[in-house]
């Protein structure tokens, strides 16, 4: 079974720009999407962005679309979310997902995020 490792988070201040990765070991990415969520204590957690690993279409949550990018490194079995001009409301801890069908089962442990202003 696929499992998930993510890496990249840290403080940034705001308006600055962090990559996050998301690395796929015990197996490859194939029919999956992949996706990024975020959670902050006491909120629920929130769709970020997905890429179809197939075909690489991909599909954002409105708050960050025009500063975030995700994308996908077959060589490499990772998908990357660029982040750009970050907000301190961007804070949280960010997690990927897979899934084939349904609902996203793989879960990572997440990575976390902290935006100073």
């Known amino acids: 079974q696929v499992q998930l490792v993510e890496s990249g988070g840290g403080l940034v201040q705001a308006g600055g720009s962090l990559r996050l990765s998301c690395a796929a070991s015990g197996g490859t990415f194939s029919s999956h999407e992949i996706g990024w969520f975020r959670q902050t204590p006491g909120k629920e957690r929130e769709f970020v962005a997905q890429?179809?690993?197939?075909?690489?279409?991909?599909f954002y949550t409105d708050s960050v679309k025009g500063r975030f990018t995700i994308s996908r490194d077959g060589a490499k079995n990772t998908v990357y979310l660029q982040m750009n001009s970050l907000k301190p409301e961007d804070t949280a801890r960010y997690y990927c997902a897979a899934r084939e069908y349904g609902t996203y089962d793989t879960w990572g442990r997440g990575t976390q995020v902290i935006v100073s202003s």
């Open positions: 890429i179809s690993w197939r075909g690489g279409i991909t």
